[in-house]
């Protein structure tokens, strides 16, 4: 069973904030005009998914989306 001592021991995260997570935003985005991909609101997934993943358990996911559909 699980207790609150053992979550304790668990390495926290740095949160990001919104200029961190706009300057990976910044740089998937340059990354996938390098590989030629057209980037327009359909195609928000391929933008959102390495962006997820550099953002996991650091920025909320929902307020990154809603930003980078802005």
Known sequence: MWTRTAFAC????????????????QDVVEDLKAQGVELSTLEL??????????????????????SVRA
């Open 45 to 66: 997934g391929q933008l959102m998914k390495p962006v997820a993943v550099e953002i996991a358990g650091r920025f909320n996911g929902k307020t990154g989306s809603d």
């Open 10 to 25: 668990w390495p926290l995260f740095k949160a990001l904030t919104r200029t961190e997570f706009e300057q990976i935003g």
